[in-house]
């Protein structure tokens, strides 16, 4: 069981007023008995609960005994719900399995690589027509040579037999201008969402609306160009394999890591499917129908916005998320030292030399346990399937981790939108020269490690809709519109609120760090010196004058420059949001 929920009130001395949000009743509960039902945020025994409790504040047996009979009345008021419960009121609530996706399309945004693109296209259209599938492939690209890209293309097509669509500078820009006259749509926002008009220099994101752009109304895969179509499960048995999860606000993959990228490659355990076939087992079927037809059920982690999503909404997956193995996509992996449970364990088991080898490799098998439907906690952008057939936001046009933002755009425009995650990894292999930094990082000059996605992310994700606001294009111009006030502030004004809400983004971290090391007490003492030693770092960067320039403008914008860009695209991306149910439908028109 978990709490509901809930609003919780101070109610005069040792009382506190509780309302639950499914049944609209409220109670009265005694002060130490709602700080018990507050600390229930997962689903877990009872037993569990009270020991977990009991042990973090030191409790006779007589006061856990005492808040045990409390929770008994607290199951019956419903402040207190079961797992079993949930799946009830889900499975009550299931009005059709959905509407399931077959795709035919491959989308692949790219920047020309001629070794990636052969690659990912050649392997990926051998797995359908090994698996009897018709499929086509758009490429929207921004490389340095158009004609060596277009030249590229024509050979593949002609090599693989495929029907291959080509989007470059010249055919975006004319797309662009297509689009905002027939949607009314500023030219300059358009332009934005589908090129860099900034010169930030990454703008993978612009590649990615070009291609949900040409997909208006339909559902398609979408690759980086660095993915190849080879496929792994999980090595060894984990606790949940098997039945459906459901997982919110954390990062449910499980993890195994190697002491050399390639070793990542040499492993067994592979398999080979219909790679197209795995997303469409999830990709826009209903939520509570899924739900409803397993009854093996996993719950994760359950926030208190994905409770209310799955009790009161026709929940759809509108995404769709597989594994992978080789390459994490992460700048460093300093990620990994906040990795829990087998994860850690996995990768603190060994000596010292390997833990370090696994750092400075970055190679990594990641997927989830079994089939899970979540939040926007995780959303890889190396291979998603996209349901275009509903209305979906934008990508962030320009800089890294345009993924990590889009997750939060789709759950916070689309009032019933999921995604879902598949338990098999596919290969990411950009190859050794893609690196990654990895800890510790001793005698350079401390810098706090948080990058442009995390602002703007946060900015969305700290945004609330307007109360009874269902309709995904509403939603979409509310967000863009809170963007665009937040960044259309005075260029002080707009610093000062990167200046706090950095500060608490790192202060947030280092105490996730501390809890950490208080938690993993078996952890060994190298892991600790280099936790302890990244909370140092983050202490002694959060001192500077440009603490609050993202990691990856550094060195390449002067503090005076980025703050200004940065300003900028968080205010685009707003007019891009209001502007984009416009410009999807103009699209959609064209194709038709």
């Avoid at 999830?282 to 982690?301: C, P």
């Amino acid at each position: 069981m978990r709490r509901s929920d809930l609003t919780v009130v101070p109610a005069g001395a040792g009382w506190h007023a509780v309302a639950a949000r499914s049944s609209g009743a409220s109670s009265l509960w005694p002060s130490f008995a709602v700080d018990f039902l507050i600390s229930c945020s997962g689903f877990k025994p009872l037993t569990e609960h009270l020991h977990k409790y009991a042990r973090r504040h030191s409790l006779e047996p007589e006061q856990v005994r005492e808040i045990g009979h409390w929770s008994a009345q607290m199951l019956d008021a419903r402040v207190l719900i079961t797992a079993r419960g949930l799946a009830a009121q889900c499975a009550a609530a299931a009005s059709g399995p959905g509407d399931s996706a077959r795709i035919v399309s491959i989308a692949i945004p790219t920047a020309g690589h001629e070794q990636r693109l052969r690659r990912v296209i050649s392997t990926f259209a051998h797995n359908a027509r090994r698996h009897g599938r018709p499929v086509r492939f758009a490429i929207s690209s921004n490389g340095p040579d158009p004609a060596a890209t277009a030249a590229l293309i024509d050979s593949i097509a002609a090599t693989e037999s495929l029907p291959i669509t080509l989007l470059q500078d010249a055919e975006r820009a004319a797309l662009a201008a297509k689009l905002s006259a027939r949607a009314a749509v500023d030219p300059a926002i358009a332009t934005f969402a589908v090129s860099d008009p900034f010169n930030a220099g990454f703008a993978c994101g612009a590649n990615r609306n070009a291609l949900l752009l040409h997909h208006a109304g339909q559902p398609y895969l979408s690759l980086d160009d660095d993915m190849v179509c080879e496929m792994a499960t999980a090595p060894d048995p984990t606790p949940n394999d098997g039945g459906l999860a459901i997982f919110a606000s954390r990062d449910a993959f499980e993890r195994w890591f190697y002491p050399e990228y390639n070793a990542a490659f040499a492993t067994g355990h592979t398999t080979d499917v219909d790679y197209l076939a795995l997303h469409e087992q999830l990709l826009g079927l209903g939520v509570n129908s899924l739900i409803a037809s397993e009854q093996n059920l996993h719950f994760i982690g359950i926030s208190d916005d994905l409770l209310r999503r799955l009790r009161e909404t026709d929940g759809r997956v509108l995404a769709t998320f597989t594994g992978h193995f080789g390459h994490p996509g992460i700048p460093t992996s300093y990620y990994y030292l906040t990795y829990s449970g087998d994860t850690l364990a996995r990768l603190t088991a060994g000596s010292e030399p390997e833990y370090r080898a696994f750092l400075a490799s970055g190679a990594v098998r990641a997927l989830v346990p079994c089939k899970a439907i979540a939040d926007a906690s995780l959303s890889p952008g190396m291979a998603i399937g996209i349901d275009a057939r509903t209305l979906i936001p934008p990508f962030p046009p320009v800089m890294h981790a345009e993924d990590f933002v889009w997750g939060a755009s789709v759950w916070q425009c689309c009032a019933a939108g999921f995604a879902g995650h598949l338990p098999v990894a596919a290969r990411h292999d950009p190859g050794l020269g893609r690196g990654i930094l990895a800890p510790p990082l001793r005698d350079q000059p401390p810098v706090a490690m948080w990058e442009f996605a995390h602002l703007l992310r946060g900015v969305i994700t700290n945004w609330s809709p307007p109360a009874g606001m269902s309709d995904t294009a509403a939603r979409m111009d509310t967000l863009g519109r809170y963007l665009c006030d937040i960044a259309g502030a005075p260029a002080r004004d707009f610093h000062e609120y990167i200046r706090s809400f950095v500060l608490q983004h790192e202060s947030e971290k280092i105490e996730f760090m501390e809890k950490c090391i208080e938690e993993e007490t078996d952890a060994p003492i190298y892991w600790h010196n280099d936790i302890e030693q990244y909370i140092d770092q983050t202490r002694q960067a959060l001192a500077q004058p440009d603490f609050d320039i993202p990691y990856e403008m550094r060195g390449k914008w002067s503090a005076q420059e980025a703050r200004p860009l940065i300003q900028n695209l968080v205010h685009e991306y707003g007019r891009l949001l209001r502007a984009w149910p416009a410009l999807m439908q103009a699209a959609q028109a064209l194709r038709d």
